[in-house]
């Protein structure tokens, strides 16, 4: 289902900036890196570059268009590609978080997938959670390489970078952000310890059919869901 668009409202901006701050108390970022954004009905809104979060305010929030046009005073995250891509790409996307988390990046510079080592790696949308090829940051090439590695996804790693993923709105896009690099500290660790067993192909199926209603309550499951 595509996900609902919205105006750009002082609530909408507002939503982003406590994003950004909850993102940072969660630890999954730090300073000025990473970027937020909703889904407008013409564009998005996006985090302004190089503002710490901290020093945030609403009028700061940088309006961008589909085609990458922006207005105001503020110019937007040097990332803004990545995000029009993926609200170009999914319509189901609402918002989407991009971070510098440790442990994904840690990941990202070994340009280490995050494979089916516990069944919660479905929570983005498949058996695997995918590492893109690196590029330089802000360029077409990322986004490309991204959109690649989001293929039938909901997030990836990025190669000597960070991770970025989306969700229906910027609280799921949050959330999702934060069990990505849980993760990701968690496969870090079982690597330390020895081999990792990874589930099968088979249990995985399985896994990604029961997530289809994971986190729904019943008024949001149809007959269809079974």
């Not at 901290?54 to 009028?59: F, G, I």
Request: aromatic share 8%; glycine share 8%.
């Amino acid at each position: 289902m595509p996900s609902d668009k919205k105006a750009d409202t002082l609530t909408t901006r507002r939503a982003i900036i406590e994003a950004c701050l909850a993102m940072n108390a969660a630890g999954i970022n730090q300073g000025t890196s990473g970027n937020v954004s909703s889904r407008l009905n013409d564009g998005f809104l996006i985090t302004p570059s190089g503002v710490p979060y901290d020093k945030m305010t609403s009028d700061r929030i940088v309006p961008v268009d589909d085609s990458g046009r922006y207005r105001g005073a503020y110019l937007p995250s040097s990332e803004w590609r990545m995000h029009r891509d993926i609200y170009l790409a999914r319509p189901e996307a609402g918002a989407v978080v991009h971070a510098h988390s440790n442990y994904a990046t840690a990941l990202s510079c070994l340009r280490r997938e995050i494979p089916a080592f516990h069944y919660m790696v479905a929570v983005a949308g498949g058996d695997s959670i995918r590492c893109a090829d690196y590029a330089t940051f802000g360029t077409e090439e990322l986004s490309r390489n991204m959109m690649q590695a989001l293929e039938g996804r909901r997030a990836c790693l990025l190669g000597n970078h960070g991770m970025i993923c989306f969700g229906p709105t910027l609280e799921k896009a949050l959330w999702l952000a934060v069990e990505v690099e849980t993760l990701a500290k968690q496969y870090w660790i079982a690597l330390q310890a020895g081999e990792v067993i990874l589930l099968d192909a088979a249990e995985m199926a399985r896994v990604l059919a029961r997530f289809e209603t994971y986190g729904k309550q019943p008024d949001q499951v149809s007959d269809s869901d079974g």
